[in-house]
């Protein structure tokens, strides 16, 4: 789903968006992944909150935001209609943390770790760099895009926040 | 806003499922009044499919800070059990376990997690026992966890898990308590995977089936 930013828009599960003022926010994080992209010359944002590493075989639907495969290429089309252009994107990630670290044969303890790596392949076949990261550990986190500056701030319960530079 | 509707299945385990998610309400307030020794007991009981992007929103405000008890369902069946506390209520009950005047509890180190842990293991149990029983399957939990926690990061997690099975859908029982006739807040979910929800269904609808043939 694509949706513009004007104050402060909400990028729920699986969602995508692209805007020019106020910021993006993927809340509380677990094991899903925010992609950040900026492009600081047409000051264009865009984040992406992948649930899910690989879309099905059927394909994506209409949340190509949910998987990391086709979040990328998804919301590099989003930026280049607004336009971004691929070559100066600044790119941040955060998420991707093992929240409930359960142990035992669950599912739960790897998605993060595998959206983490299936985004930062994704992002590389795009050929796209990160600037920086704050993924992977056991903490959630809420990740905030300034899409008239491209500034990433990163926020755990504890109420610390980073900027991501 | 948070959308949410009926749980979707056969009419004869759908009609059982609502008494006897309140049966295990009931049980596991009455396993945290004999552990806290204060009269708690179900304000109200909920049982919906929420669209799993809106998972992270059955809580509240996604950031707000909890102090939740994570129990699993074992396979073959699989689901979580969340007693999701705020952080207040968490020092609070940790006061009450330990039959401390209010306000003794100001942190949460190793003794008050495990008293928390114990908390959530027996209200987990008691509401999985009272399920197993009617429905004839068993249900075990693993251990209790507890974590400090944005609730949204929790429930976001177990959203993507769910998403793992290609579900659109997340069932949701939520129960309310109230604690000496004032609502606290602690805010107990079951999310059982769809096998659970099966399993249930079908443990009831032989259940009646059963009862028939008995008349």
Do not use: W
Request: hydrophobic fraction near 45%; proline fraction near 6%.
């Amino acid at each position: 789903m694509l949706a513009a930013a004007t104050s402060s828009v909400a990028i729920g599960l699986g969602e995508m968006a692209v805007g020019r003022q106020g910021e993006l926010v993927a809340y509380s994080l677990g094991s899903c992944v925010a992609i950040c992209l900026f492009d600081p010359l047409t000051r264009v944002a865009g984040m992406a909150h992948v649930v899910l590493p690989a879309a099905p075989e059927k394909g994506p639907g209409d949340t190509p935001g949910k998987y990391a495969d086709t979040a990328v290429p998804a919301l590099l089309d989003a930026l280049r209609r607004a336009g971004a252009s691929p070559l100066r994107l600044r790119c941040h990630l955060a998420g991707g943390a093992a929240v409930l670290a359960l142990g035992g044969g669950g599912k739960l303890p790897n998605i993060g770790e595998r959206n983490v790596v299936a985004v930062r392949g994704a992002l590389a076949a795009a050929r796209l760099r990160v600037l920086a990261e704050l993924t992977g550990g056991t903490q959630g986190r809420t990740v905030r895009l300034h899409a008239e500056t491209g500034r990433v701030r990163v926020r755990t319960v504890k109420g610390e926040e980073v900027e991501l530079c | 806003m948070l959308e949410s509707r009926p749980v979707d299945l056969p009419a004869a385990g759908a009609a059982g499922l609502a008494p006897m998610m309140r049966d295990g309400a009931l049980r596991a307030a009455g396993a945290l009044s004999e552990m806290s020794g204060r009269c708690i007991e179900t304000r109200s009981i909920s049982l919906r499919a929420v669209p799993l992007a809106d998972l992270p929103l059955v809580a509240g405000d996604p950031e707000r800070p909890v102090v939740a008890v994570h129990l699993g369902v074992q396979e073959p069946h699989g689901g979580h059990i969340l007693l999701a506390l705020s952080e207040q209520m968490a020092l609070r009950l940790v006061d009450m376990l330990l039959a401390q005047p209010a306000g003794t509890t100001t942190s949460l180190d190793e003794m008050e997690v495990s008293a928390l842990a114990e908390t959530g293991n027996v209200a987990g149990a008691a509401f999985l026992t009272a399920l197993a029983d009617r429905a004839r399957v068993i249900l075990p939990p693993t251990p209790p966890l507890v974590f400090h926690e944005m609730c949204g990061a929790i429930l976001q997690t177990l959203a993507a898990e769910l998403a793992l099975s290609e579900q659109r859908d997340a069932v949701v029982v939520e129960t309310e308590f109230t604690c000496d006739d004032e609502s606290v807040d602690v805010a107990f979910f079951l999310f059982p995977a769809p096998e659970m929800v099966r399993a249930v269904a079908s443990g009831l609808v032989e259940g009646s089936d059963d009862a028939c043939s008995r008349d």
